[in-house]
């Protein structure tokens, strides 16, 4: 079964505007990764924020960090068409090296 | 240099059929994992190996997959006796894992995107 859960699940924006995407997991972590992944591809890493971190920017990304409430954001600054994708979170819960996903959001910019 | 690659990008099986889907890791990379992402859904973890031993098969949803990795590069899942519900598309990652509890990025291969009928 899948770790996180992500919210909004779907998303639509005009270019310019900003994008936000959540994220709820369950058990303890050693760190969270966002990913994107384009349609018909592989996922890309965006950006990692470890547990003891509780903000940090890559660019024109942001994630957030609240361990005591179990939940992360991806904030994407005057989004861009090219930023059409599907986002997922990922948990590493420290005992192995396996990444467990989120549901996603898929986001559609419009130019 | 090159980055993750499987192969076929697509198959599609006969319900019954063996299916084998083969991952080519980044060069040096001792970690590979495998990931199913069913339609709309997240990738899900199936198994993981350090070089050629597999640590953790914990994902693997039936005894009709098996995934090896003989020498400790490329490495192939195998589904037996397809099923609809495998339909999926199967992801490889690899990771250069430096020491145990470091971050290790995981890059991850284009998929195989298997459709059983």
């Known amino acids: 079964s899948q770790q996180g859960e992500e919210d909004p699940q779907a998303l639509s924006i005009q270019e310019g505007e900003n994008a936000t995407m959540n994220c709820s997991y369950k058990?303890?972590?050693?760190?969270l990764q966002w990913y994107r992944q384009n349609s018909g591809r592989g996922l890309v890493h965006l950006i990692l924020i470890r547990s003891n971190e509780r903000e940090k920017h890559s660019g024109r990304l942001r994630v957030t960090l609240d361990t005591s409430k179990k939940s992360s954001s991806l904030l994407i600054t005057a989004s861009r068409a090219a930023d059409t994708a599907s986002y997922f979170c990922?948990?590493?819960?420290?005992?192995?090296?396996?990444?467990?996903f989120g549901t996603g959001t898929r986001l559609q910019v419009f130019p | 240099g090159a980055g993750v690659s499987q192969s076929p990008r697509y198959k599609v099986a006969k319900r019954g059929q063996d299916v084998a889907l083969r991952c080519d890791p980044i060069?040096?990379?001792?970690?590979l994992f495998w990931y199913q992402q069913a339609l709309g859904q997240g990738p899900e973890f199936l198994t993981y190996?350090?070089?050629?031993?597999?640590?953790?098969k914990s994902g693997l949803p039936s005894d009709r997959f098996f995934a090896e990795r003989p020498e400790g590069s490329v490495s192939t899942l195998k589904i037996q006796r397809t099923q609809q519900e495998d339909s999926a598309v199967y992801l490889c990652?690899?990771?250069?894992?430096?020491?145990?509890?470091?971050?290790?990025?995981?890059?991850f291969g284009p998929g195989t995107r298997l459709t059983v009928l």
């Open positions: 190996f350090q070089n050629e031993a597999q640590l953790d």
């Open positions: 990652a690899s990771s250069l894992t430096l020491w145990t509890g470091a971050y290790n990025e995981q890059f």
């Open positions: 058990t303890s972590i050693n760190n």
């Open positions: 990922a948990t590493d819960p420290g005992d192995t090296d396996k990444l467990i």
């Open positions: 060069s040096g990379h001792v970690s």
